[in-house]
Each structure stands twice: as structure tokens, then as C-alpha cells.
């Protein structure tokens, strides 16, 4: 069965630096989104990507944040600088219609 | 804006009791509705969605949900819970088309056996 795969599934990292998560959406779909969830928190949305561009953003994703699909196979999210706050899973999504989307296993990213 | 509300945040059963997590949302137009399941250490998996059509709807695992378009609700029920439906369940909805799916806060099952 297809699947949406991320990795690493866990990265530390020191605060202020630059960390880029990888996800591999599956292959025929076009719709690709980044969720993150803060331990204890809800799954929040932060952006959708469609036609090489973003379509949707939340007041979450600011300037530190940017994606890219670099070569039409991964789908990346980029935090400039990171900071505490920013520790959290984050969770990749495609789709290829609107009835479901599927949901990579996610990566754990902890800023120290 | 959409939003999602999940009234239970943790809830312990013994198996083979009955489950009823309560979902309500807030949205201004027609909805697309999904359970998600998040087992420990996996990624969130569709239990089940509704679309259109036929209120009741069933998913994966015994689960069905029903969509009460006047009260803005759609419950998540199984009639016997098991062990092995302990995880973390979430209520999702979206609009049409591809836009972002927006989550409720979970309800975490713990199933005693």
C-alpha cells in the first residue's frame, strides 16, 4: 500500500539553527500539506502546497518557515532559525483527491 | 473559520463497553468530516469520513460515526470496545475540495482488559 514517508523520524537540533524535514508523498498526488502537533497540543495546520506553490498558509508559518518540492519527488520543510517553541511533531500529508488525506508517520523535532 | 470541538479528552473504558466520543464543529458551508486514529508511535490513520449521502457511516474496526447536519455533530460510536483500540482519536473537518483539514484537540481511549 502507498504511503506517505518522512524522515528523519526524529531530529535534535540547537536552537537558532536551520533543520529541513523530508517527506515523500505519494506518487501520484498532487496536494501536499505540513501539520505539526506540540506534545499535549492538537494537530495544527500550517501550510498546503499545490503547483509548486503554497495555496494556503496559518499565522503559524512565517517567514522562518518555507517549502519546497525540489525535485518533483520530496516535499521539505524548512525552519530558518529555530526556537524552542518550535519543538514539536510534524506530520506531512498528500492527496490526490478531496475524500482523504494521508498522513506520513511524522517527525519529532526537539530544539535545545 | 473552522473549528472542531472534542468534549472528552480521556476516556477509560473496560473492554467491551460501549464508546461514544462527541465531536461538534463550526464551519460556514458544506463539510467534509473525518475520524482519525493515532496509535501509540504511528502515524494518524482515516477510521472513517463522511461526504455526502447516507448519514451514518461506517469505517474500519467496528467504528461508525453520524453526521447530525442540526446540531453540527458528528459522534464517533463502537458498540464494543477491545484492548487494542487504545490510542488518541481525532475529529477533523474540511471543506470541499483540497482545502486544509483542521483537527479537534483528541480524545484519548484507554481500554482496560
Known amino acids: 500500500e502507498p504511503e506517505v514517508t518522512q524522515t528523519p523520524s526524529h531530529q535534535v537540533t540547537q536552537m537558532g539553527q536551520e533543520v529541513i524535514l523530508r517527506c515523500v508523498p505519494i506518487s501520484n498526488h498532487l496536494y501536499f500539506y505540513w501539520y505539526r502537533q506540540i506534545l499535549g497540543q492538537k494537530v495544527e495546520f500550517l501550510v498546503s502546497?499545490?503547483?509548486?506553490?503554497?495555496?494556503?498558509k496559518s499565522e503559524i508559518f512565517d517567514d522562518q518557515f518555507s517549502v519546497e518540492r525540489p525535485d518533483g519527488s520530496n516535499f521539505t520543510l524548512k525552519i530558518r532559525s529555530t526556537k524552542l517553541e518550535d519543538s514539536a511533531m510534524y506530520f506531512c500529508?498528500?492527496?490526490?483527491?478531496?475524500?482523504?488525506?494521508?498522513f506520513g508517520q511524522g517527525t519529532r523535532l526537539t530544539v535545545v | 473559520a473552522q473549528s472542531v470541538s472534542q468534549h472528552n479528552h480521556h476516556v477509560i473504558l473496560s473492554e467491551a463497553a460501549s464508546l461514544e466520543l462527541g465531536c461538534n464543529y463550526s464551519y460556514g458551508g458544506t463539510v467534509n468530516l473525518f475520524w482519525y486514529v493515532q496509535y501509540p508511535g504511528q502515524h494518524l490513520q482515516l477510521l472513517l469520513k463522511?461526504?455526502?449521502?447516507?448519514?451514518l457511516v461506517k469505517g474500519i474496526k467496528g467504528f461508525e460515526a453520524e453526521f447530525i447536519k442540526s446540531k453540527f455533530s458528528f459522534n464517533l460510536r463502537k458498540p464494543s470496545v477491545q484492548w487494542s483500540d487504545t490510542a488518541e482519536y481525532f475529529c477533523a473537518v474540511s471543506g470541499r475540495g483540497y482545502q486544509k483539514v483542521t483537527f479537534g484537540t483528541g480524545t484519548k481511549l484507554q481500554v482496560i482488559p
Open positions: 500529508a498528500s492527496r490526490d483527491s478531496p475524500t482523504e488525506a494521508f
Open positions: 463522511y461526504f455526502s449521502g447516507d448519514p
Open positions: 502546497f499545490y503547483n509548486n506553490e503554497i495555496s494556503e
